[in-house]
Nanobody, 122 residues
Framework: QVQLVESGGGLVQPGGSLRLSCTAS????????WAWFRQAPGKEREFVAA????????YAADSVKGRFTISRDNAKSTVSLQMNSLKPEDTAVYYC???????????????WGQGTQVTVSS
């Protein structure tokens, strides 16, 4: 069983930055793919970014490319999302997710965190 705990959300002004972290318990962190998804009120949960355990390849949604960066620290069992140049439309609950074979589809991930709120507003 894998348990995930997110942290780092909060209120930030447009153009600002936040760094989200997700710490995993369990033995499989280094061999799992990890991702961040987000869900705004009234909308479906959507893919944000992912990182593969196979060489650390990263993927990002078009809406966040060039602004958000996903990274992982296997020694700390932590996956992070650095968010820069935040926009009001980035406001959502952000969830980290992990599984042995991930990708960009929500259905590929069995393990989810509880979510952390990010609000971008002046």
């Amino acid at each position: 069983q894998v348990q995930l705990v997110e942290s780092g959300g909060g209120l930030v002004q447009p153009g600002g930055s936040l760094r989200l972290s997700c710490t995993a318990s369990g033995r499989s962190f280094s061999s799992y793919d990890w991702a961040w998804f987000r869900q705004a009120p009234g909308k479906e949960r959507e893919f944000v970014a992912a990182i593969s355990w196979r060489g650390g390849s990263t993927y990002a949604a078009d809406s966040v490319k060039g602004r958000f960066t996903i990274s992982r620290d296997n020694a700390k069992s932590t996956v992070s999302l650095q968010m820069n140049s935040l926009k009001p439309e980035d406001t959502a609950v952000y969830y980290c997710a992990g599984d042995s074979i991930g990708g960009t589809a929500r259905r590929m991930y069995r393990y989810w965190g509880q979510g952390t709120q990010v609000t971008v507003s002046s």
